[in-house]
């Protein structure tokens, strides 16, 4: 399995450290308020994945403060109002997820950890666990608030990597590319649309990416014809 684009060693042990420090720091202020971390009312395991989008990959639009926010919100929702309107269980729990996947999709903000939020609450519901209506608040919610700020703390003063994401910048000629062997928006909506899948991406990233590496290519093209290259 290849690399992630871009990622380098130094981003990987920063991601490490940034994880340590997000979700330390969220388990320490649960013990400063007189909780456990087994305690489910403060701290829960979808916040440990939303960790690793934030401090991994914090450029991807998984990892954005609305989907991270929006998402663990919505589904942990979905799934309390799932785990007291359907039965069985197991249907109980399917349905919760995906129809926290349509809800998060609908209010753009999909994030991952939003299907185990919605689980989440569909299991301990199960096992007699009293998640409550507060459940997508407390800890839901406030662990994904934590886990925001925490990020843009690090990001700003650690990484140096802006978050929330701002879209790289496409070529001002963007639209209106001209010449031979370049490409225009009509040719990316024609490779996306061909090609089927979604994309982990921002289009003005992946537009912005496309127009430096044809550049590139151009320019590394004027150099080998220059005499003695």
């Known amino acids: 399995m290849p690399l992630l684009p871009g990622a380098t060693m130094r981003d990987r042990l920063l991601a490490c450290a940034g994880a340590l420090f997000g979700v330390a720091l969220i388990g320490a202020s649960a013990n400063l308020a007189g909780h456990e971390l087994h305690d489910q009312t403060w701290i829960l395991a979808p916040v440990g994945a939303s960790a690793v989008l934030v401090f991994a990959v914090p450029a991807t639009p998984l990892a954005q403060p609305w989907p991270v926010i929006g998402g663990s919100a919505i589904s ?26 349509a809800l998060m999709t609908i209010a753009r903000c999909l994030h991952p950890p939003g ?7 569909v299991l301990a519901a199960s096992t007699d666990t009293d998640v409550g209506t507060l459940f997508p608040v407390i800890p839901i919610l406030l662990d ?8 843009w703390i690090f990001h700003r003063f650690v990484t140096g990597h802006s978050y929330p994401h701002r879209a790289l910048i496409p ?15 009509a040719d990316l909506d024609a490779v996306l649309s061909r090609v089927g899948s979604t994309y982990d991406i921002n289009r003005e990233d992946l537009e912005a990416i496309l127009d430096a590496v044809q550049t590139e290519a151009e ?8 005499p003695g290259s």
Do not use: M
């Open 144 to 151: 994904a608030l934590a886990i925001v700020a925490l990020a």
């Open 219 to 226: 320019h590394r093209r004027t150099r080998e014809k220059q």
């Open 115 to 121: 299907g185990a939020a919605a689980l989440t609450a």
């Open 171 to 185: 070529s001002p000629v963007a639209g209106a590319r001209t010449g031979a062997g370049q490409f225009t928006d």
């Open 76 to 101: 942990a929702l979905t799934g309390v109002v799932c785990a007291h309107l359907i039965s069985p269980e197991p249907l109980a729990a399917g349905v919760a997820v995906a129809a926290a996947i």
